[in-house]
């Protein structure tokens, strides 16, 4: 995944989920966030952070914030990113051979990322970005999720009914340890990963190759429920 007319700044503030304040060499920018989530770790005061110019020049922010310093780690927080790469990814057979792949792929009451078209048939999965790291191990989720919960019971329904269905953590960001469920955030969370997984549901995780301006999906990463 590569992005177009990336610049440096220095985080200053978010004054609210959607928008951060972002100094840079042409001056202070209002900036969107592409991230909903609460990020605390990462958008602190004067963390240098990567913003991507925007090809509309009648939006009101000119920039989006899609990647952030955190000690030695570069993270991409850009929270469409994961579904980007994960499908660039699949396309280059990093889930085996396919033969569609299709989005948005609407399954019992929910709406999952993604159906792959295979010889065995329809597999299901979900994909997660994570951007929550301590001590070289990442957990999601960073704030309670309860459409998270809801899809890995579609996965587990799926698993039940004799399809494949993955849960895919997309770690945003290198050489991490491992990935796990971050029970005090958020414990029905793992609860339902945990259930899914004895139900035959695939938890999968790979890191990322990350610059600035790029995102490539590139090893497994152990995952630790």
């Known amino acids: ?10 985080f200053l503030a978010r004054p609210n989920r959607f928008i951060a304040h972002v100094e840079t060499a042409e001056g202070i920018q209002v900036v969107h966030v592409k991230n909903t989530g609460r990020c605390r770790e990462l958008l602190v005061p004067g963390a240098v952070v990567y913003l991507e110019r925007s090809a509309n020049p009648a939006r009101k922010t000119a920039y989006d914030l899609i990647a952030v310093e955190k000690g030695d780690l570069l993270i991409n927080m850009d929270a469409q990113a994961p579904n980007q790469v994960f499908a660039e990814w699949a396309a280059g057979g990093g889930m085996g051979p396919v ?15 993604f159906c792959l078209e295979t010889e065995k048939g329809p597999h299901l999965v979900e994909v997660k970005g994570v951007t929550l790291e301590e001590n070289g191990y990442a957990r999601f989720p960073d704030a309670p999720t309860e459409r998270g919960v809801k899809h890995i019971r579609e996965l587990q329904k799926a698993a039940d009914a004799g399809l ?13 340890r491992r990935v796990s469920p ?15 997984a004895a ?8 890191d990322c190759a990350v610059t600035p301006d790029s995102l490539v999906i590139r090893r497994p990463v152990p995952v630790v429920l």
């Open 1 to 10: 995944m590569q992005y177009q007319t990336v610049v440096p700044g220095r």
């Open 99 to 113: 033969k569609a792949i299709r989005r948005e792929y609407v399954y019992g009451d929910s709406r999952l990322d």
């Open 164 to 176: 494949d269905a993955t849960l895919f953590f997309v770690v945003q960001m290198e050489n991490i």
């Open 182 to 196: 971050n029970d005090d955030t958020h414990p029905a969370f793992g609860a339902a990963l945990r259930e899914a």
């Open 199 to 206: 139900h035959g549901v695939n938890v999968w995780a790979y």
